[in-house]
C-alpha cells in the first residue's frame, strides 16, 4: 500500500463518478470487445465523441483537489494562489491522456503510481515554484486519480481482467483497502490532537526497563526498537492443526484475541509494541493493518486501583494517568471507536482479584457491544480465565509461546550489547545454558533471561541452579552487591543491610497478594514500614519512615512508583517469591491453603515451598492433596500444584512425594491445550508419568505431545520420541515444530528421522538441522524459517529432493537461487510486506504452484510462464 494514495483520503464513492466523466460511455457490445483500446480514444475530452469541455474538465480537477485538501487539513496551511496552481496542474495531468502513447492494458500493467508519474512528467514546469505541500497535493491527488482509472478500465472491458487478472484483483483490493484506511482517518479538527497523543503514546511506551542493566553503566531504559524480540504465539483446539504466527501479527486478520502467557513471557512488552506500532506516523509495512488505529493502553491493575470502578470510554485516558486527557476534543473517544478506530489493548486480566474479573468481563461485553468494529487484546496469566472464557464475544486465544533456543541466543546477545559485554559473557553464558538442562528450562520467558544475564555477568560466570537460587541471588545483587560494588556509598549516606530490606519489602509484598492488589497507596506503605520499624531500632535510627520509603524505592531495584503515590513491585514475580517468604516466616500454611484453588496465589504456593523447611513442605502438600480430595470443584487445580511445587521441593519426605504423584497421575492423559500447559508447568517429573501413544485417543496423544514438548528440556526426547510413529498429522507437526527447542543431533536421530514424510512440513531455521537432514537424505517436504540465508539452503539442501518448500521472508529478494531444486514443483511464501516481486521465479522451470498470503500485491506476475498457477491462502491457515 502507498502511503501517498492513503494520503489524499479520497474514497471511491467521490473519485469514482468524477474519474468515469473522463472517458467515453460504451455503447451496447462494449463489453465483448476483445482487444486493446488506446487510452486516447477513450477519453471524452477529446476527438469526434468529446462529451466533456475544458471547463468541465478542469471543474473535476478542482473538486478533487478541493476534496483532497480539506480532508487532509493542507488547506488551512496552504495559500489559495497555491491551491489553484495545484488545479491547474492536476487538470494538465489528466488532460495528457489524451496525448499518451498507451493503451489500457498496457497502463493496467504499469499500475497506477506510474501511469500517475507519466502523466504527472508532461509537464513539470506546473509545479516549478509551488511549495513542499502543494507539490504533495498534486501527486497524491493525481496517483489516487490513476489507481481509479484503471479500476475503470478493468470494469469496462472483459478483456482487460482476462489478460491481466492478478493486476486487476490487486487494482479492486486497493481501491477498497483504501476505502477502508479512509474510514481510519480523523477529521482535521481530531488531527492534531492525535498528533500529541501519539507523540504521548511513543514516548511513554516507547522504551523497555531490562532487569540488571542498570547494574552497568547503560541506561535501565532499553528503546523499544532495539529491546523488542519477536516471539511466536501458537493456538491450538481439539480436531484441528496448531496454529503458528509472530506475536505482532496477533491482531493481523482478527479482530479480537484473548492471549496467555505466563508472568515474565513478555505479554506487557507485546502490548508496548503495538501501541507504539500504531501510534507512528510512517507504519512498518507488515504492520499495516495497524495503520490509522489508535492505541488505548489499559493495565487493569492500574484501572482498579484502590478498588476504582472500571473506565468508560471517555475516562480511558484520564484513568491510566494521561497528561493531555483533558484536551481531548468533545466526543472523540466516541469517533474514534464508533469509526472501528481503537485498538484495545486490556492489559492483566489476572491482576485483579478473581472475584472481580465477571465485573471485568461485564464491562468488557459492554464496550464491545457499544463499539464492535475495533481491535482488542486481552492479556493473562494461563490459569486465571477458563478456557473458551470469551469465545462469546468471538475472541480467539492463543498462547504466547516459550523461547526457542535461537530466541534465548538472540536476547543474549542484545542483553550483553546493551550492557556493554556482548563478547566476553554472552558467547559463556550461551554455552553454560545449553550445556545445563536445569538453566535452559529456567531460559524460557525474557524475564528469566535478563535474570540469568545479569546475575552470570554480576557474578563473573557462576550461576545458581534452581530457581529460588535463582532469585535469591537476584535480590542479593540488588539490595546490597550492587550499590557496594559500583561505590554509590558516600559518608552520611543511609545504610540499611539486605536481611533489613528484605523484611520491610516483603511485608509489602505480603499484604498485596492478602489484598488481592498489585499496587498500593504511598500512605498504606508508609504505615506499613511504620509498624515493621517498631521491631527494627537500628533501621529506624536511619532516618524517618518517609526517608526510608525512599531509599527502599531509590536503591533496592525492586519497587517502584509508576504514579505519583503509588507504589508497585518491578514485576509481579518478585511480589510472589517475598510474599512467600513473608507468609513462611509467618506460619500462615492455613491461609496459603485456603486460597490455593486461586490463580493469583499458584506462584506464592509454589515459592512457599521452595522457601519451607522439610515439615513446613510435608504441611502445604498434604492440605494442597487433602483439600483436592474433598473438594470435586478445585481437585484439579489442586492436585496439578502440589505436583508443581515438586520441582521446588529439594527436600522431602518420600511418602508425600508418592502421594502428590499419585494424584497427578489420574490427571493424566491430558484432554485439552490448558490440562497440557498446566502439566508442563509441574516441570520434568511429570514426563515419568506421561504414557503413550497406546490406549490414547488421538486427541489425548496429541496434547501429552504438546505437554512433553513445552517442557522443553532434553529429558523430554525419549517422551516424544513414542510417538514419532503416528499418523496423526497435528501429532508430526508438532514433533517437526519443535525440533529447535532442542538438541539437534539427539532429537533428529530419535525423532525427526523417523517421522513419516507424507504431506508433512519439516520445519527448519538453523544450519545444523539442514545439516542433519542431508545426513538423513534431505526431505522433500520442507518449511524454512529465518534466519536462514538462501545461500545455506542451497548448500545444505539436498537439491533433487525437494519439491514442496514453504518459506517466511520478510525482504522481496530475489528467487533465482531456487532454479538449483530441479524437483522443486510448489512454493509457499510466509509474509507480511505487502508486496512480493515473483518475476525471477521464470527462472525455475520446475515450479507449477505458488501460494502467497491473500494480503499479499504481487508483482511480476505477467512474466511467469502459464503453467505457474498462483494460488492465495490466508497466512498461518495450515501447517
Known amino acids: 500500500m502507498d502511503s501517498v494514495s492513503v494520503g489524499a483520503r479520497l474514497a471511491s464513492s467521490i473519485v469514482g463518478p468524477l ?105 513539470r514546469a506546473a509545479t516549478v515554484g509551488l511549495s513542499g505541500a502543494a507539490v504533495l497535493l498534486h501527486a497524491s491527488v493525481v496517483d489516487t486519480a490513476c489507481l481509479h482509472i484503471l479500476h475503470f478500465f478493468t470494469t469496462r472491458s472483459t478483456f482487460v481482467p482476462r489478460t491481466l487478472v492478478e493486476q486487476s484483483r490487486r487494482i479492486d483490493e486497493l481501491a477498497s483497502k483504501i476505502d477502508k484506511l479512509i474510514l481510519r482517518s480523523p477529521s482535521p479538527a481530531d488531527a492534531s490532537f492525535e498528533g500529541r497523543y501519539a507523540s504521548y503514546i511513543s514516548g511513554k511506551h516507547g522504551k523497555l526497563t531490562i532487569f540488571g542493566l542498570d547494574l552497568a553503566e547503560s541506561s535501565r531504559s532499553w528503546p523499544l526498537d532495539a529491546a ?81 470502578r472500571l473506565p468508560t470510554p471517555e475516562e480511558f485516558l484520564s484513568s491510566v494517568g494521561c497528561p493531555i486527557a483533558h484536551a481531548q476534543p468533545t466526543g472523540w473517544y466516541d469517533r474514534v471507536l464508533a469509526a472501528g478506530r481503537g485498538l484495545m489493548l486490556i492489559d492483566g486480566i489476572d491482576e485483579i482479584p478473581e472475584g472481580e474479573r465477571e465485573l471485568a468481563r461485564d464491562w468488557l461485553r459492554d464496550l ?183 531509599h527502599l524505592l531509590i536503591r533496592s531495584g525492586l519497587l517502584i512508583e509508576p504514579v505519583e503515590g503509588i507504589m508497585q513491585f518491578i514485576h509481579r514475580t518478585f511480589q510472589d517469591y517475598l510474599g512467600a517468604k513473608a507468609a513462611v516466616e509467618s506460619l500462615d500454611f492455613d491461609f496459603l491453603g485456603k486460597n490455593a484453588h486461586l490463580d493469583q496465589w499458584e506462584d506464592v504456593i ?132 519443535a525440533w529447535g527447542r532442542f538438541d539437534t543431533d539427539r532429537y533428529g536421530d530419535e525423532v525427526i528421522v523417523h517421522l513419516e514424510e507424507d504431506d508433512l512440513y519439516f520445519v527448519v531455521s538453523r544450519v545444523q538441522e539442514l545439516q542433519a537432514l542431508r545426513r538423513y537424505g534431505g526431505r522433500t517436504i520442507l518449511r524454512v524459517t529465518p534466519p536462514l540465508s538462501p545461500e545455506e539452503i542451497k548448500e545444505h539442501c539436498v537439491p533433487g529432493r525437494l519439491v514442496r518448500l514453504r518459506i517466511a521472508t520478510e525482504s522481496c529478494s530475489s528467487w533465482e537461487w531456487l532454479a538449483a531444486f530441479s524437483r522443486l514443483a510448489e512454493l509457499t511464501l510466509e509474509t507480511s510486506l505487502t508486496e512480493v516481486d515473483v518475476s525471477s521465479l521464470k527462472h525455475v522451470g520446475s515450479l507449477r504452484r505458488l501460494v502467497l498470503p491473500s494480503t499479499v500485491r504481487v508483482i511480476g506476475a505477467e512474466l511467469l510462464p502459464p503453467h505457474l498457477h498462483v494460488a492465495r491462502t490466508d497466512e498461518g491457515a495450515d501447517q
Not at 536476547?411 to 538442562?437: C, I, M, N, P, T
Open 606 to 737: 509454589r515459592m512457599a515451598v521452595a522457601h519451607g523447611r522439610p515439615a513446613e513442605r510435608t504441611r502445604l502438600l498434604t492440605g494442597l492433596i487433602e483439600r483436592g480430595d474433598a473438594s470435586a470443584v478445585h481437585r484439579h487445580r489442586l492436585h496439578l500444584l502440589a505436583a508443581a511445587c515438586l520441582d521446588d521441593a529439594t527436600e522431602l519426605d518420600p511418602e508425600v512425594r508418592i502421594e502428590v504423584q499419585r494424584r497427578a497421575e489420574k490427571l493424566i492423559p491430558p484432554k485439552s491445550v490448558a490440562e497440557a500447559r498446566a502439566l508442563a508447568e509441574v516441570g520434568p517429573v511429570v514426563l515419568e508419568l506421561l504414557g503413550g501413544p497406546e490406549n490414547l485417543t488421538p486427541d489425548e496423544a496429541y496434547f501429552t505431545v504438546l505437554a512433553a514438548v513445552r517442557i522443553g528440556t532434553d529429558a523430554a526426547i525419549p517422551v516424544l520420541a513414542r510417538f514419532r510413529h503416528m499418523e496423526d498429522m497435528r501429532v508430526r507437526a508438532e514433533l517437526s515444530r
Open 368 to 550: 464491545i457491544c457499544a463499539y464492535p468494529k475495533n481491535h482488542w487484546l486481552v492479556t493473562s496469566r494461563p490459569s486465571a480465565v477458563r478456557e473458551n472464557w470469551l469465545s462469546d464475544e468471538m475472541f480467539t486465544e492463543l498462547d504466547l509461546a516459550p523461547m526457542s533456543r535461537d530466541d534465548v541466543a538472540a536476547f543474549v546477545a542484545r542483553w550483553h550489547e546493551a550492557a556493554g559485554s556482548a563478547d566476553a559473557y554472552g558467547k559463556e553464558l550461551l554455552y553454560a545454558v545449553r550445556a545445563k538442562q536445569e538453566l535452559a528450562r529456567l531460559a524460557t520467558n525474557p524475564l528469566m533471561c535478563a535474570l540469568i544475564c545479569a546475575l552470570h555477568r554480576d557474578r563473573r560466570g557462576y550461576l545458581p541452579d534452581g530457581r529460588k537460587e535463582l532469585y535469591d541471588a537476584a535480590l542479593s545483587m540488588l539490595l546490597s552487591r550492587r550499590d557496594r560494588e559500583r561505590g554509590i556509598y558516600q559518608t552520611g549516606d543511609m545504610r540499611i543491610g539486605e536481611t533489613y530490606q528484605v523484611q520491610m519489602i516483603q511485608k509489602l509484598a505480603y499484604w498485596l497478594i492478602r489484598n488481592g492488589r498489585s499496587e498500593m497507596g504511598a500512605q498504606d506503605v508508609l504505615s506499613l514500614l511504620s509498624e515493621a520499624l517498631t521491631a527494627m531500632p537500628r533501621v529506624a535510627e536511619e532516618g524517618t519512615v518517609k526517608q526510608i520509603y525512599r
Open 228 to 308: 523488542y524480540l519477536s516471539l511466536e504465539v501458537t493456538g491450538v483446539a481439539a480436531g484441528e492443526m496448531p496454529l503458528t504466527m509472530p506475536a505482532e501479527h496477533i491482531l493481523a486478520g482478527r479482530a479480537r484475541v484473548l492471549l496467555r502467557g505466563v508472568a515474565g513471557s513478555g505479554k506487557t512488552t507485546l502490548v508496548q509494541w503495538l501501541a507504539v506500532s500504531a501510534a507512528r506516523d510512517s507504519v512498518d509495512e507488515r504492520l499495516l493493518y495497524l495503520h490509522g488505529l489508535v492505541p488505548f493502553v489499559l493495565p487493569l491493575r492500574s484501572l482498579t486501583r484502590a478498588g476504582a
Open 19 to 123: 474519474v468515469k466523466k473522463l472517458f467515453v460511455v460504451d455503447g451496447p457490445g462494449a463489453g465483448l470487445v476483445d482487444q486493446p483500446v488506446r487510452i486516447s480514444n477513450l477519453v471524452s475530452f477529446r476527438g469526434e465523441k468529446r462529451t466533456l469541455t475544458d471547463v468541465e474538465l478542469r471543474k473535476i480537477a478542482e473538486e478533487l483537489v478541493e476534496r483532497a485538501a480539506q480532508s487532509t487539513g493542507v488547506s488551512e496551511r496552504l495559500p489559495s494562489f497555491e491551491q489553484h496552481a495545484v488545479v491547474n496542474a492536476v487538470t494538465h495531468s489528466l488532460g495528457s491522456m489524451a496525448n499518451i502513447d498507451m493503451d489500457d492494458v498496457q497502463a493496467v500493467q504499469l499500475g497506477h503510481l506510474e501511469l500517475s508519474r507519466r502523466l504527472r512528467s508532461t509537464n
